[in-house]
């Protein structure tokens, strides 16, 4: 079953956003599998301390991104194809790297800056 153990509530993102994260971060970092099963949707509303229907929508979307597979009476579980772990890679990133690029200039970093702390850092 999959773990949502270190899984933390963020402050100013939606949380069914934040499950949908945390699915496809273990995902692409290869914690979570092909065929792993989920927490019902009860379990982890009840887990996380939320609204069933916040767990409900963040299933509906992953399957509609077709990453998990429901069927009603049944358990969940993940259908991922390989194939698509790499389309989720890249889209992580762009997302995390928007997010940083965004906090940057918000606090008036220069491009130059910004490389010059990526080029340090990378190391």
């Known amino acids: 079953m999959i773990s949502f153990e270190h899984f933390s509530i963020e402050d100013g993102s939606p949380l069914y956003l934040q499950i949908i994260r ?3 971060q273990g995902i692409v970092a290869g914690t979570i599998q092909d065929q792993d099963e989920m927490p019902s949707r009860r379990v982890l509303s009840s887990l ?22 429901s069927h009603t009476g ?3 579980y993940v259908a991922i194809r390989e194939e698509q772990i790499e389309g989720l890679r890249k889209e992580l990133l762009e997302s995390n790297a928007k997010a940083v690029i965004h906090a940057m200039k918000q606090m008036g970093i220069t491009r130059e800056e910004a490389l010059s ?5 990378w190391e």
């Open 74 to 76: 049944a358990k969940s």
């Open 22 to 24: 945390h699915i496809k």
């Open 48 to 69: 996380l301390g939320v609204n069933p229907n916040t767990v409900q929508k963040a299933y509906r979307m992953l399957e509609e991104e077709q990453i998990i597979e």
């Open 117 to 121: 702390l990526i080029e340090r850092y």
